[in-house]
């Protein structure tokens, strides 16, 4: 049968980059990625619906992965180095929630409303605030903000959006838990897809202990 | 004066009385004792005990004519009361043996299913072979609708074709010879008569006694080929007797509907339901009542606990209601129908002819009477102690949400012949969809929009029921038409764009055989398949228009070749609506050889529901049709 063009579930990561990740934590957020891909590629739900993309972040932003489906998706080489330019990061989600991410029309189904987690272990080094604003006041997604380890401020994200959640450090263990806890957001997600008002807040499933949601 | 018991004897004539068994000397009186009887809560209960001991002579007659030795007796008396027994009631098959055999093929069918017996394989004489183009709808002679007479075999491309007036062809070893008066030979197998079989879909039915028959045969099954190691989507049954309310999947017998269209539906659990162990929330009712046929088809809302419950009351009651209605509503003949007969007053709203209004409004009035009836069913439950433990708190009326769509038709007589009158109103999302007689299609709906794929409106949203709202909701026409088709979204999305995406939907259920037509003959399928890339009968059978698709059921994996007129169209070098608009290629994809043995129509459309993958689509599917079997 003629494979028709279904709603997709897409899910953006955007990933702090900077100096101050390299060595275990860039380590780390590398096998997290590795699992979560391997986890949502094992539930038959997620596989049909949920495209991923991955946007890192240092003294640039950069789309290292357009939005793909989980079967052809490739894992990124990231590495950590340089200042961390958020306002770039947040501009650049902008621009891919506008082109990749499909709007119903009377001849094509809208995709789902996309899922985004950032994680940031630091203060921006550019100038975020405007593109923080406008990404919040759109409303063109989901958006789940992680002020990871000590240098990172949960309240300032509260700019970018009204879900965020602290990390309390950048050991393996936190960061391997941060991506299980996104891998069941998706799979959470993508369940639910078909019962989801457009504008009603996403159900996620509670942190692990090493995450706290900043109230 | 005291009262004494009624004695057994007058309780034993007055259930005969009200049986119309025999007769009787004293019918007031039985007919009183029968009233009191019936008041009694008791003596309900005992009913279906008096009723089963009666049927069960008729299973004791049945058993004897198999050949199983009958536990009723032995004399020669009682062999010889069983067997007028069953000559009776062959008699009684006989006087209307396309619809009643219908009916008792699916009661055989409902006693198979679950079983685990594979049919051996048929002997070599039997006329079967992959390479030869078959007849489309070999069986049409044992099908509701069709004449008794033997003379309505689709002609086909089969080289051995019988001589006209010979027997029907052969059906599959299986199942035995039925000569068409309903006779059966002397020492042939009969079968048991689940009273008649119910009108309506019984929700805990399962009909999957197909599924062996459609699995194919061929070699290639031994050794599947190597895929990717994909997560598998499981199969888990309903928890019946912890839910309260199971609803599992289920196909409705075909009606023929006054104007002699065929009538059918099915609906199943969705894959995500499936997975995960819930109900099927989707729910269909159809009806004919005088020259009218009623549709209402429902979808529950997937986060709402209970609303296949909501669906499910809201279509009984909206049949009622329109049946109620409709029923002695004859559309006034006028020469000649025009848009102005349509035409609105100026609020846009009624219609200006009474006898349209009058539909209108008995379709408005079948959306109050489901949303009452929604209500009422919120308030039964509430009081129960175990809906109030299984919500964690009272039940209210948006936990039975659905949507619903309506539809009802008659043909109607105009100068050019029988045209068909159709008005159908919906809400919330799925789809009602005409294709005309010249192959195009037509909306009876509007597409739900928004920026991202959102929520729909409910049945329980009061506001949706405002008389500007559900007027513009209301759609008519007349016109030829070839099929209406009312769906809930599970089927509607996976044909997006609906116009032309439902020309689609009617060219895959017509080459699946589930809409099945009698038309052009071989010579009309030959010259029109000579204008295509595939000019011959051998470039036809070695086309490929279909994939093999696999679903998984209670019982295992359900296979099932699926045919994609998308594809065919592609292969002849013409388009869908070229494809759609030639009854004569239509059949020629729909004539190709099948393999493994034929299902009817209506079982079909139920495992064409279940088996079809589109991706991203797990949704329930529910699809009604109805169709001419040809053009009038």
């Not at chain 2, 010579?523 to 036809?540: F, H, K, Q, V, W």
Request: with cysteine; charged share 20%; proline share 9%.
């Amino acid at each position: 049968m003629a494979e028709a063009m279904g709603r997709r579930l897409p899910v953006y990561l955007i990933l702090d980059c900077s100096g101050s990740m390299s060595g275990e934590p860039i380590e780390a957020v590398r096998q997290g990625l590795r699992a979560l891909l391997s986890d949502l590629r094992g539930d038959p739900q997620a596989l049909e619906t949920a495209f991923l993309s991955v946007i890192t972040f240092s003294s640039t932003a950069q789309q290292v992965c357009p939005l793909t489906e989980l079967l052809a998706f490739q894992e990124p080489t990231l590495t950590a180095g340089g200042s961390t330019a958020l306002g770039d990061a947040l501009k650049l989600l902008e621009k891919c929630l506008d082109t990749e991410v499909r709007k119903a029309t009377p001849t094509q189904k809208g995709d789902w409303r996309p899922l985004v987690f950032l994680m940031t272990d630091g203060q921006p080094t550019d100038s975020w605030e405007q593109a923080a604003d406008r990404i919040k006041q759109k409303k063109a997604g989901n958006i789940i903000a992680c002020a990871a380890g000590s240098g990172a401020d949960g309240s300032m994200l509260k700019r970018i959006t009204e879900i965020v959640v602290e990390m309390s450090n950048l050991q393996p263990d936190a960061l391997k838990a941060f991506f299980r806890w996104v891998s069941s957001s998706v799979k959470t997600t993508s369940q639910s897809v078909a019962q989801v008002a457009a504008d009603s807040p996403v159900n996620l499933p509670p942190p692990p202990p090493q995450i706290q949601i900043v109230p | 004066m005291e009262q004494q018991p009624i004695k057994q004897d007058e309780m034993i004539q007055s259930i005969r009385w009200k049986l119309g068994l025999g007769s009787h000397q004293d019918a007031a009186h039985s007919e009183a004792i029968w009233n009191l009887l019936a008041a009694n809560p008791s003596f309900r209960t005992l009913v279906p005990k008096i009723t089963e001991g009666l049927a069960g002579l008729l299973a004791q007659a049945f058993n004897q004519r198999i050949g199983l030795t009958p536990t009723f007796g032995k004399s020669k008396d009682d062999l010889s009361f069983l067997d007028s027994l069953c000559d009776g009631f062959a008699d009684w098959v006989g006087r209307d043996s396309a619809g009643r055999i219908l009916r008792l093929d699916h009661a055989i069918r409902e006693a198979l299913r679950n079983t685990r017996f594979d049919p051996p394989p048929r002997p070599s004489s039997a006329p079967h072979s992959g390479g030869v183009l078959h007849p489309y709808g070999t069986n049409t002679d044992a099908r509701a609708g069709a004449p008794t007479s033997g003379a309505s075999l689709h002609p086909s491309f089969r080289v051995d074709q019988p001589p006209a007036g010979s027997p029907p062809v052969a059906v599959p070893p299986a199942a035995g010879r039925i000569d068409l008066s309903g006779r059966p030979a002397p020492g042939s197998p009969k079968s048991p008569d689940n009273a008649g079989g119910p009108a309506t879909p019984r929700p805990g039915s399962d009909h999957r006694a197909d599924v062996a028959a459609i699995e194919p045969k061929s070699p290639a099954e031994s050794t599947p080929p190597p895929q990717p190691v994909t997560p598998r989507w499981n199969y888990v049954p309903i928890p019946r007797d912890k839910d309260p309310a199971p609803h599992d999947d289920s196909y409705h017998l075909p009606l023929v509907t006054p104007g002699g269209l065929k009538l059918l539906g099915a609906r199943v659990r969705g894959k995500k339901h499936k997975h995960e162990g819930t109900n099927c929330d989707d729910w269909f009712e159809f009806l004919t009542v005088g020259p009218w046929t009623l549709i209402a088809v429902a979808d529950g809302a997937g986060s709402h606990k209970f609303s296949r419950v909501g669906a499910k009351v809201a279509c009984r009651a909206a049949v009622g209601s329109l049946q109620d209605r409709l029923q002695d509503h004859v559309l006034r003949p006028r020469t000649p129908w025009s848009a102005e007969t349509f035409r609105r007053d100026e609020a846009g709203q009624a219609f200006a002819e009474p006898d349209l209004e009058i539909v209108q409004e008995t379709l408005h009035r079948a959306m109050h009477a489901a949303y009452e009836a929604v209500a009422a069913a919120t308030a039964e439950r509430a009081a129960q102690l175990r809906y109030t433990e299984l919500m964690g708190r009272n039940l209210i009326l948006s936990d039975l949400s659905c949507t619903l769509l309506l539809a009802v038709h008659a043909t109607v007589l105009v100068k050019e012949g029988n045209w068909d009158f159709v008005m159908a109103c919906q809400i919330g999302d799925g789809m009602s969809a005409a294709i005309y007689r010249n192959g195009t299609v037509g909306l009876l709906g509007e597409a739900d929009s928004g920026e991202f794929s959102g929520q729909t409106k409910f049945l329980t949203m009061k506001s949706e029921l405002s008389r500007p709202n559900l007027c513009h909701k209301t759609f008519p026409f007349l016109s030829p038409m070839r099929a209406l088709m009312v769906m809930t979204d599970g089927v509607a999305d996976d044909y997006f764009p609906n116009d032309p995406g439902m020309l689609r939907l009617y060219g895959d259920l017509v080459l699946n055989r589930i809409i099945e037509l009698r038309g052009p003959g071989p010579g009309g399928i030959a010259a029109a398949l000579r204008e295509t890339l595939l000019p011959t009968p051998e470039d036809l059978e070695r086309a490929e228009f279909e994939s093999l698709m696999e679903t998984p059921t209670a019982e295992g994996p359900l296979r099932a070749t699926v045919r994609s007129v998308a594809a065919f169209a592609e292969r002849l070098g013409k388009t869908i609506p070229e494809v759609i608009r030639s009854p004569a290629l239509l059949a020629a994809g729909a004539c190709k050889a099948v393999r493994g043995a034929e299902t009817p129509p209506e079982a079909r459309l139920r495992d064409w529901l279940d088996v079809y993958q589109v991706r991203g689509s797990f949704d329930d599917r529910t699809l009604v049709v109805l169709h001419r079997e040809e053009d009038p």
